[in-house]
């Protein structure tokens, strides 16, 4: 069997590991645009900012492609698929056949048509080891930046910039950061813990011009009027399914390349995973993409299980995001911002002076989501209650408690759903 994986990233190992677990001799070919080993994209703020090396960003031993003889080819990129003929065409002119093909490629940076941004130098997105290492190549002419976006990536990089010692504005369209994964009281704890270590949010608010001379960045203009001196912007505004090679070769995309729950596409042999798919939600069972690191794991898991004759499903995708701002820890889970009319129950506790919030939200008697901010170490326990679709009856009072662990639930769901060789799948 001859397998071909375009994208070297999470799902794509997730896909790789599937495979050889079930197929010792087949041939493994992966396409990769970058010029990297698969490494961790979270951590490349932590590499801008000095707090990693080069080293750390591995996320495989160096020889596993060697030992489970897996053909890498590096900054190598897949312009078009032809499914009739099964076979792919590479930008350097040459064509791959395929068995079963894994369309692995993540999302793209979407730059929108801002005035005067183009041609500018110092306008850089932050989604690649590269979008790192050139903004840390020139950071030392930097004085001021403005990220535009609030959300994960741009914060990220904030922070990253930040770490570097400059001065760093963001400018976000919604009424808080992080405003797709987390609720207004966890967006503001966020940003107000930022702000106390200098970093400004502005809010509801965007970005409608880029001034200057020639190739250099002056300042910004915001819809409201405002002005900010700066010298860089950083683009952080959300990713786009790379999916684009795609057209014409009959694969179906929606939002993203549309999967079943074995992760094959609209075409025969070829499968999707990761941020480029758009496979089933966990609560709703609708497609819709979701663009988190776990999740490509698991696409890329069952995809490669698939593709070499194995069987396994898709839950469904449980959105969660674990991030820690300023050793502020924070996470989401499932619905987060419940619609008014879904028969939904709120419980909350604040503490907003100690960086400090919960809330639990309950769909009759299941948890059907929590945010969490400071107190975060039992999150496994409320993600395997939504998983898991536990009756929280016994134990609602106690659901909001600092404290609330294992000993609050009754043994007999302690046995089953945290015995220890389940335990590392929450
Ligand atoms: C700064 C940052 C911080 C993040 N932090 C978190 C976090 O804290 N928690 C979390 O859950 N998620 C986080 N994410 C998201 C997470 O990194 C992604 O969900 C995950 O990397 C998706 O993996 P993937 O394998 O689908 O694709 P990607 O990691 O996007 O990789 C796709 C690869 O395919 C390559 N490629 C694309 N097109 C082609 C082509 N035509 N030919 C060849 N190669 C191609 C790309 O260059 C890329 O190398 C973060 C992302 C960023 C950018």
Redesign the pocket.
């Known amino acids: 069997m001859n397998y071909v994986i375009?994208?070297?990233?999470?799902?794509?190992v997730g896909a790789m590991r599937a495979i050889r677990t079930l197929d010792r001799d087949g041939s493994i070919t992966v396409?990769?645009?970058?010029r990297y080993q698969a490494y961790g994209?979270?951590l490349?703020?932590y590499l801008l900012g000095g707090l990693i090396t080069e080293k750390r960003m591995a996320y495989l031993p160096p020889d596993y492609c060697e030992k489970n003889r897996i053909d890498l080819m590096l900054e190598?990129?897949?312009?078009a698929v032809d499914t009739k003929s099964q076979s792919i065409k590479l930008k350097n002119g040459e064509s791959i056949k395929y068995d079963r093909l894994l369309v692995?490629?993540?999302?793209?940076p979407f730059v929108p048509p801002i005035e005067g941004l183009a041609g500018r130098e110092r306008v850089f997105t932050?989604?690649?080891w590269d979008d790192a290492a050139k903004l840390k190549a020139v950071s030392g002419e930097i004085e001021h930046a403005v990220v535009i976006g609030g959300g994960?990536?741009g914060l990220?990089?904030a922070e990253g910039l930040h770490l570097l010692g400059k001065k760093v504005t963001i400018v976000e369209l919604a009424d808080r950061v992080l405003s797709a994964a987390f609720d207004q009281p966890a967006g503001r704890i966020i940003a107000k813990k930022m702000e106390a270590n200098g970093i400004d949010v502005i809010t509801e608010d965007t970005v409608t011009a880029v001034k200057g001379t020639g190739s250099t960045i002056s300042g910004v203009t915001l819809k409201s009027g405002n002005t900010i001196v700066c010298d860089t912007v950083i683009v952080a505004i959300g990713v786009r399914p790379?999916a684009s090679?795609l057209n014409g070769s009959g694969i179906e995309v929606n939002r993203g390349v549309l999967v079943n729950d074995h992760m094959q596409t609209s075409v025969r042999n070829v499968y999707a995973?990761?941020?480029?798919a758009e496979a089933s939600d966990f609560f709703t069972g609708q497609k819709n993409p979701m663009?988190?690191?776990?999740d490509?794991y698991i696409q890329?898991d069952v995809a490669g299980t698939d593709m070499a004759g194995g069987d396994k499903e898709y839950a469904g995708g449980l959105a969660?995001?674990?991030?820690e701002f300023f050793k502020v820890p924070t996470i989401s889970m499932g619905i987060t911002n419940p619609a008014d009319d879904g028969g939904f129950e709120v419980l909350t506790l604040r503490e907003p002076e100690n960086y400090s919030y919960r809330k639990i939200v309950l769909q009759g008697n299941r948890l059907a989501g929590a945010v969490l901010v400071g107190v975060v170490d039992r999150a496994g326990i409320f993600s395997g209650l939504i998983r898991e679709k536990v009756d929280v009856t016994p134990f609602r009072d106690q659901l909001l408690d600092a404290e609330f662990g294992f000993v609050n639930l009754p043994r007999e769901l302690r046995d089953r759903l945290f015995a220890p060789e389940r335990k590392q799948q929450f």
């Open positions: 375009i994208g070297n990233s999470v799902a794509a396409i990769s645009r970058e994209r979270p490349i703020s190598c990129e897949a312009i692995a490629t993540g999302g793209d932050f989604t690649t994960l990536i990220k990089a790379a090679f995973a990761g941020d480029v663009p988190i690191w776990p490509a890329g969660m995001n674990s991030i």
